[in-house]
């Protein structure tokens, strides 16, 4: 049995540690994604590079403590922002909102400031995972709940991704996971 604290690797999220076990599933914080992921106990790929065994050791540290250290984290990371590239096509662009009613002024707006709140955006959104995730008090079936709507919430600002220079930081919705 890996237990809490136990380091793994997982072929897709990379490195991660484990900060809750259930009956079925661990919960593993990958750094990679920034977030934590509920993954399957029969999952074979998963492999284990330090198995802390679930027994706590003296002066080891507990999931209230990874929980309190991961919320502390994420208060200090809430208003700020990933440096993450546009694609250099979009360098110095302008994009142009432009209403039906000649009559009435369209608006012009560089497209670095337009993708810089893209990126808040997306940022904002997986804190709220994050925030999801380690909620002590909603159910596993809550949190799955409000996960779709973040997913769908992915899906829907899809169409921004031809901003991005690294597809690593795209969104994506539920069909590319």
Do not use: C
């Not at 039906?100 to 904002?124: A, N, T």
């Amino acid at each position: 049995m890996i237990g809490v604290g136990s380091r793994v690797n997982h072929p897709h999220y990379g490195r991660g540690v484990v900060v809750e076990t259930g009956s079925e599933f661990y919960m593993i914080w990958f750094k990679t994604a920034n977030t934590a992921k509920s993954i399957a106990k029969d999952y074979a790929e998963l492999d284990v590079l330090e198995n802390t065994g679930g027994g706590a050791a003296p002066g080891s540290v507990s999931l209230a403590d990874i929980e309190q250290a991961l919320d502390s984290v994420l208060t200090q990371r809430l208003h700020e922002f990933q440096l993450v590239p546009m694609a250099t096509k979009w360098n110095d662009g302008t994009m142009l909102l432009k209403p039906k009613d000649e009559s009435l002024q369209g608006k012009e707006i560089p497209i670095d400031v337009f993708f810089h709140k893209i990126v808040m955006v997306r940022d904002r959104l997986r804190l709220i995972e994050q925030k999801i995730n380690a909620h002590k008090v909603l159910t596993d079936a809550e949190k799955i709940e409000l996960q779709q709507y973040i997913t769908a919430s992915y899906g829907s600002l899809t169409t921004f991704n031809i901003l991005f220079k690294e597809t690593i930081h795209q969104f994506r919705g539920s069909g590319k996971e």
